[in-house]
């Protein structure tokens, strides 16, 4: 492909600490927008003059990402190998709400999976029984425990996409402490249970680390 840039045009490299999500990627049409495994954010790309260069200096102050560094580079950059094209599709992030939900649907499954197998294992009953007896609770009161712990990771499927930056990342954090507690907590000897169980905690220590790790981009 013909390169078409004006000879004129200067090339910059603009780094921000964090990664920019999916949402904002239109707001730098023309750059390409890396998410680099440091938690940077490069921006790259063709600037007309100095106005546009302040024109998207402003844009990431409008974000509230702190801006690392602006470097000027020579037209001819490459990334990677790869001459550098102003119309590359811009690199996208998975949106973290998204990945936080579809988290808790695989938990979720997982949860009736085990409960539906073990229904088929002999003496299911009696081990109801002696966890009722355990926690000090009547079986009632147990099942209405797993019905709440049920809901509440229903929940959280819809909850992970609504709720605003701060108030999403604790529930995320909290509920899944204690859906990790709940799990191991009435744990059965079963193989099946065990196996699910692990990969239940591997999703939930994913989800309560995504949201301990989540910057907002909405400031």
């Known amino acids: 492909m013909i390169d078409k840039t004006p000879p004129n045009v200067e090339f910059y490299e603009i780094r921000l600490k964090g990664h920019l999500d999916s949402q904002w990627v239109t707001w730098f049409d023309g750059?390409?927008?890396?998410?680099?495994?440091?938690?940077?954010?490069?921006?790259?790309?063709?600037?007309?003059?100095?106005?546009?260069?302040?024109?998207?200096?402003k844009k990431v102050r409008d974000l509230?990402?702190?801006?690392?560094?602006?470097?000027?580079?020579?037209?001819?950059?490459?990334?990677?190998g790869e001459k550098m094209n102003p119309n590359t599709t811009?690199?996208?992030?998975?949106?973290?709400k998204i990945l936080l939900s579809t988290l808790?649907?695989?938990?979720?499954?997982?949860m009736l999976k085990a409960d539906i197998l073990s229904l088929y294992m002999p003496g299911s009953a009696e081990e109801v029984a002696?966890?009722?007896a355990s926690a000090g609770v009547s079986i009632p009161q147990l099942m209405l425990v797993g019905a709440?712990?049920?809901?509440?990771?229903?929940?959280?499927i819809f909850l992970s996409r609504v709720l605003k930056?701060?108030?999403?990342?604790?529930?995320n954090i909290v509920v899944g402490i204690i859906t990790i507690a709940y799990i191991w907590g009435g744990m059965?000897?079963?193989?099946?249970?065990?196996?699910?169980?692990?990969?239940?905690?591997?999703?939930?220590?994913l989800i309560i680390g995504l949201a301990w790790m989540w910057r907002n981009v909405e400031a």
Request: glycine letters at 8%; a negative charge.
């Open 31 to 57: 750059l390409i927008i890396a998410l680099e495994e440091n938690g940077d954010t490069l921006l790259s790309g063709p600037v007309p003059d100095q106005a546009a260069l302040h024109g998207l200096l």
């Open 64 to 80: 509230g990402m702190p801006l690392v560094s602006v470097v000027p580079v020579q037209s001819n950059f490459s990334k990677q």
């Open 90 to 96: 811009p690199t996208k992030k998975i949106d973290t």
């Open 104 to 110: 808790w649907i695989v938990v979720m499954i997982n």
């Open 130 to 132: 002696r966890t009722s």
């Open 148 to 156: 709440i712990m049920g809901q509440l990771g229903i929940a959280m």
């Open 165 to 171: 930056h701060g108030i999403n990342r604790w529930v």
């Open 188 to 205: 059965a000897v079963y193989p099946h249970y065990i196996f699910i169980a692990s990969v239940e905690t591997l999703c939930l220590l």
